[in-house]
């Protein structure tokens, strides 16, 4: 089987020849790359992909394909510009910007009728990543502002961009659409996490308010792509865990969005993801009530709470794709690593038992301290236990 077909066997409860091996390396690659730390044997990569094809991994793409969906503002003066000092001469990839060479800061402007917004993203070399240092809203009195802003995004759809990279991709995996976010998400993207949660607890109607506005635009984004032929698996880029996404907040500013994309997403028979991080135990249950058919990135523990085995049953169905199981915890071992990952992989699937709907992926990331011989062992482990003929 190719891995375009092994995947969709997953999503599909059909039987593929392998369980999938679809490990998320993004992060992984473009440190090394940026530190010139790449191993011999991939040293000429330019891609990603160029990495798993060499690992003969299944490819389950999404972080290239997020920028086939954009945001423009139909109001207000939206800025973008790149600062900084960086090393080398190639741009600077991440999950979430791309900086042009040589700058590793990039700060946006949104002007409104009631106010001016700006965040401050950036890269640091030790961490191989990105991170927000100025949110967009940074106090209450910024809510007219938001709302604006959020009133005046709409989300496109470049096709063109997206084809291209299902061209790229071939019958080595499956391309992902991505979705926007939950309104949760949303605020996080906004406030930060912290604020975000304040605002929630001390101004619920204002901020459902808020929710219901996103929900609108991303939904009609759905409309516009979901018949897309190419278009078959859709993912909600959120970072689910339990941490920040309590129960009663996931019930409030999570369910309606995504039990009404999984409704017109099943309606044309495909299916619908949602990105996790951390702890998924009290989620589950919800997600699955949320009608979502996978979670992409379960960690069991200890860095988790979920042991993958018992995902089905949490989610309250069968059909639950489960996608996950190598986590940081065993993707760093330094002793002993393969027949500590050998024996790690062969314990996991047995705990699977009806293996169909199971995509053994990175559990959220690869970590950039992940040894590649650990990749490897990793592969020669799923191919090992993974044979379902």
């Not at 109001?75 to 990839?93: H, I, N, R």
């Not at 975000?196 to 308010?209: I, K, N, T, W, Y």
């Not at 523990?301 to 915890?329: C, I, Q, T, W, Y």
Request: glycine share 6%.
């Amino acid at each position: 089987m190719t891995g375009r077909e092994r995947i969709l066997a997953a999503f599909y409860g059909e039987k593929p020849d392998f369980i999938p091996f679809s490990p998320n390396i993004y992060q992984w690659f473009y440190y090394r790359l940026a530190n010139g730390q790449l191993p011999a044997e991939v040293a000429q990569a330019h891609h990603p992909f160029d990495v798993l094809r060499h690992l003969g991994a299944d490819i389950l793409a999404r972080w290239d394909t997020q920028g086939a969906t954009r945001e423009i503002y139909t109001a207000g003066e939206f800025t973008e510009t790149y600062s900084g000092e960086a090393e080398g001469d190639q741009p600077l990839v991440t999950s979430f910007n791309r900086y042009p060479a040589g700058k590793n800061k990039c700060r946006r402007k949104f002007v409104s009728p009631y106010g001016t917004l700006t965040e401050t993203w950036e890269y640091t070399k030790e961490a191989g990543a990105d991170f927000a240092s100025e949110y967009w809203w940074k106090s209450w009195d910024d809510y007219p502002s938001v709302r604006f802003m959020l009133e005046s995004c709409e989300y496109t759809f470049d096709a063109d961009e997206f084809h291209r990279w299902v061209a790229s991709v071939g019958d080595d995996g499956v391309v992902m659409v991505h979705l926007t976010q939950s309104p949760l998400k949303t605020f996080h993207w906004l406030a930060g996490a912290e604020n975000a949660s304040l605002f929630v607890m001390d101004h619920p109607e204002e901020m459902r308010a808020l929710g219901r506005i996103h929900v609108s635009k991303a939904l009609a984004l759905l409309d516009k792509i979901v018949d897309n032929a190419e278009a078959e698996i859709f993912v909600s880029l959120d970072n689910l865990d339990s941490v920040f996404y309590p129960p009663y907040f996931y019930k409030d500013y999570c369910h309606d969005f995504f039990s009404r994309a999984a409704e017109i997403i099943h309606r044309r028979g495909k299916k619908f993801v949602v990105h996790a991080c951390g702890h998924n135990r009290a989620l589950l249950p919800l997600v699955g009530k949320s009608g979502v058919d996978c979670l992409e990135g379960i960690t069991p523990p200890p860095m988790g709470d979920v042991a993958l085995g018992e995902a089905r049953k949490l989610a309250g169905s069968e059909d639950f794709v489960v996608n996950g199981g190598m986590d940081a915890h065993h993707l760093e071992i330094s002793q002993n690593a393969g027949a500590c990952i050998d024996e790690y992989t062969r314990r996991l699937f047995e705990s699977m038992r009806d293996k169909r709907r199971f995509i053994f992926a990175s559990s959220c990331n690869t970590s950039i301290l992940t040894p590649w011989e650990n990749l490897i062992h990793f592969r020669d482990a799923a191919r090992r236990y993974g044979r379902l003929e």
